[in-house]
């Protein structure tokens, strides 16, 4: 069925929401592993360092999934990558549930951020090629929604099974294993369900009109684009691809001199700025800080469900408006927002003020900045500022300076969170750096084609 405005909705929806499943697993592998932390430690008896090692150890996988995904996604095609980290999901998802010991769980944990880093990198992208261009803020923006339901979906989990391990009356010893003695295993093998559906959902979407074009197949590339659109619309649309890719092959030193380094400076500070706000720090750490503001673990896993909630709703926000106030405004507002309630939560834990209600409001706050601005726009941005013959690899550098800044902060965090004010106000910093950045270097792309943003930065 198409509209006036000749989208096909329930096609685009079918894409999107198969390219969002990736970012639903980013968001539940992200957060699972914050129920975990505690119970491994525990049973494998972890130092802080080695407790780094666990929780980062998946975004060492998450670096090494970039580093191969821009090469995969432009040789074999985005729909193929995508399946390929569905499948390394999955394999996580079994893998940490029944690993034996520490080495085998931070080995499956390497896959799993593996295939995090894969999605990462070819899912918005996906949507982003697809996309038709006056809704294509908002549906890159559900890819973050998704990770934001994967957040709060792995929070409920762990919660919902840590309160009900004592219930368990089962005589299966699978059961027992899984949801009343170890239940970090529990918690890990949830995974696999929205890793089997993405296998599934897969095999129905097509394949990237843009990678098509790019691989000289532009009647295949046409066909697509005119079961979202419209002939008439497909036809304009290949015309200006064509155009687009008739520029000579690109080698990667390449893309950080003359007009392409403004695109690619904003990309990697951009998302690398994203992380050194600490939103993952709260996203793994969340109950440890909370139980030094006074928490106890079932309360803190219970204020993570909130934290959820809030990241969740938040993105909202930036799905109604980032089409019609643009991303340059949310990005501004947003960044802001962070950086304030980033300094007053670290101000109350330098003056030993560690009401844990006040802490929590702080938290709150940031998380709801960050879901509206950060967290969605970051993603809309790099899926739309580089052309289309190196937007793979350009994608990939970017999302890779995400998860290397994330890996720093996932490593150390336990270590500076020994003196709990410091996290937070580094943190507020590198906001205030964001936040420069924004207004002084990056563009607004709200209604401009993929093509058109391409020739703004000739």
Known sequence: ???????????????????????????????????????????????????????????????????????????????????????????????????????????????????????????????????????????????????????LVAYFSNSKIQLNAAEATTTSDVYKLLFSGEIWRGMFVMGIIPALLFILLILFIPE??????????????????????????????IAA???????RQIKVKELFRGKLALPMMIGILLTALSQFSGINAIIYYGPSILEKAGFQLSDALGGQVTIGLVNMAFTFVAIFIIDRGGRKPLLMWGIAGSALSLLFAGILFAFNITNGWAILLCIILFIACFAF??????????SEIFPTN??????????????????????????????????????????????????????????RSLEEIEGFWK
Do not use: H
Request: hydrophobic share 55%.
């Open 373 to 382: 601005s950060f967290g969605p726009v970051v993603w809309v941005v790099i």
């Open 208 to 237: 990237s009109p843009r990678w098509l074009a790019l691989k000289n197949k532009p009647e295949k590339a046409r066909k697509i684009l005119a079961s979202i659109t419209n002939l008439k619309q497909a036809d304009v649309e």
């Open 390 to 447: 190196i937007r793979g690899e350009a994608v990939a550098i970017s999302t890779m300076s995400l998860w290397i800044a994330n890996w720093i902060v996932g490593q150390f965090f336990p270590l500076l969170n020994q003196w709990p004010a410091v996290p937070f106000f580094v943190f507020a910093l590198c906001c205030v750096a964001a936040l420069w950045l924004t207004w002084k270097k990056i563009p607004e792309t709200r209604g």
């Open 241 to 247: 691809i064509q155009q687009s890719l008739q520029s």
């Open 1 to 151: 069925m198409k509209t006036k405005s000749s989208i096909n909705f329930i096609y685009v929806s079918l894409i999107t929401l198969t390219a969002t499943l990736g970012g639903f697993l980013f968001g539940f592998d992200t957060a699972v592993i914050s129920g975990t932390i505690s119970f491994v430690k525990l049973q494998f008896g972890m130092s802080s360092l080695m407790e780094g090692w666990y929780v980062s150890s998946a975004l060492l996988g998450c670096i090494a999934g970039v580093a191969i995904s821009g090469k995969l996604s432009n040789k074999l095609g985005r729909k193929k990558v995508m399946l390929f980290a569905a499948f390394l999901f999955a394999i996580s998802a079994i893998g940490c549930a029944l690993a034996p010991d520490a080495t085998m769980l931070i080995l499956f944990r390497l896959i799993g951020g593996l295939g995090i880093g894969v999605a990462s990198v070819v899912c918005p992208m996906y949507i982003a090629e697809l996309a038709p261009s006056q809704i294509r803020g908002k549906l890159i923006t559900y890819y973050q929604l998704a990770i934001t339901i994967g957040i």
